[in-house]
């Protein structure tokens, strides 16, 4: 993160077609050294196409992709600045890890010192030294990873694409290496670009995340700025969960707007002005955690509901109630379990939720 | 029961190599240790029982004889040279054929595949006496050459060791492209895009990746071309001159020209022996490609 500023990755206006298909759909985005950023989104929304676009394996039907300051939207695969990791990480299986690691280097005029210099210095980054000689089919998933890792980083790329990194791993491993892998690439200093379509890992890993959907993007943001203040409702369900609320706008003011609702009793207040007019319909999100759950009616006049408690989720650190309004809409409440013998609240139960102006956030899309 | 069953299943193919392949061999073997005699059969019997003596008269001469005659030297060398060289020409010819069926779409592959084994379906003797149209002096390829201009004498091509090599590389051919397509077909395409990615250009790609990947492939489809070329007797009697000297025209004469069974035996035994020495090595590496 040396100078946030200065771009590393241009794309301009780029599309994909496949026949009818448009797998990415005039995509633009900038991304800056030393910056990991990923690429979120569902199944199919066309994130491996516009990584294989960076990497040179697709070329672009339309748009143009610059890589520190240089067109390579016509430049070959072999040729580009960018390494992969792939996603099955693709090791020669008649090579070994040290092979492995050194074919990229051989590639360049290098001295047999030099490569055998760079290969050690990668193996040791990602702790395989005591495997170099080692066959890829001799080793377990997570030490193919770092192997793969390692190949990837030996030519000192300017950009690292990673396809679903830990999609081959299992779930204990998987949360290990996302740091694991951070620390790594953080410490190289490469720019670096994922894809992902788990939202934790895009959170976990990246500092920058690019939701993506039917081959736009929908959102570009820090991980709070997208959990937070998503803009669509797309971008709201993806990322953790949402209660939405469908509203009609009655007052717009600086201070704050309100709407009211069929659902709740009494109205909506947002903080800040809304850009729609009196009258407008508009989609109001507020996240589970964000709501407060009681027995008694808040002091508040605006933002609470009534409802009774459908369903409780326990889930050792945190509870998930599902509350039941009179209207048959569900309100989603999340509630940290503290104490550990308080007195629950249970099925059935009569209770208030309320929420703060703040929490609410208007989805314009 | 059903153990029985899975047994008497796998009995199958030891039975008919029982009956076809080991039973056969020993009474080669059998000959082989005999002497020729004009009458039927033509050669003398091992054991005798004569005046209450038993005999037993293994006739080791025809083994001995192979080795005084450089004859029959010259011809294993001269198989094995021929059988070799056509191996290495149909590597070269089939190795592009299966690359370029492993790399089409699946609809175009299997029509592919189709073209590769259709021509096996009619009898080998016609396909080969056909090529002895082909290359003759008045055949398809001197009268086209003639007539284009090209040369104004034909080039003796029929009878020549080049015919035999265009026999065996075109009666061969699907034997080479099958173990070699199915071992490309298998390779992973991300490796050839990882190779790309770390900076190989295609060619490059094609040496250091696609190639050792498929050794196994390449290995299966030269012993299947190699072993049984080193016999052959069709394609060097009827598209190889006087002069091409294999072990299988050999046989034949010693067979059924010179009616010595026994040495004819010994000839083929020989040659089993030496065939064995590639055939153990290719399993050799069969086993250790499975361990890894
Ligand atoms: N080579 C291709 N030919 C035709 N269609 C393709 C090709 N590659 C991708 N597509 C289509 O383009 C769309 C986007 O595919 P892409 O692989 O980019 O999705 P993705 O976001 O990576 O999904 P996933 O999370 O499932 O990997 C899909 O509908 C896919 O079927
Ligand atoms: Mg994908």
Redo the contacts with the bound molecule.
Sequence with gaps: MSDAASPMLEIRHIS?R??E?S??NNVSLTINKGEIFA?L????????????MMSGF?TPSEGSLLIDGEDVSKVPPYQRPVNMMF?SYALFPHLTVAQNVAFGLKQDKLSKAQVQAQVDAMLKLVHMTDYAKRKPNQLSGGQRQRVALARSLAKQPKVLLL??PMAALDKKLRSQMQLELVDIVESVGVTCVM?T?DQEEAMTMANRVGV?HE?EIMQVGSPSEIYEFPNSRHTAEFIGSVNIFSTKVLHVGAEASQMSCADMACRLTVEGGVNALEGAQLEVAIRPEKITMARTRPEQEDNWVQGKIHDIAYLGGHSVYHIKLPSGMIVMVTTTNINRHAQRLTWEDDVYLYWSAASAVVLYQ | MSKLGARSLIAVPYIWLVLFFLVPFIIVVKISFTEMQYAIPPYTDIVTWADEALTINLNIGNYYYLFTDDLYFWAYISSVRIAFIATICTLLVGYPIAYAIARADSATRNALLMLVMLPSWTSFLIRIYAWVGILKNNGLINNALISVGLIDQPVPMLNTEFAVYVGIVYAYLPFMILPIYANLVKLDNSLLEAAADLGSPPWKTFLKVTLPLSKAGIIAGCMLVFIPSVGEFVIPEMLGGAETLMIGKVLWQEFFNNRDWPVASAVAVIMLLLLLLPITLFQRYQSRQLEA
């Excluded at chain 1, 989104?41 to 294989?52: A, D, E, I, P």
Aim: some cysteine; glycine content about 22%.
């Design positions: 994909k496949f026949g298909l797998a990415v690429l989104g569902g199944s199919g929304c066309g994130k491996t196409t516009l990584l294989r697709e996603q396809d679903e894809v379509h993506m081959g």
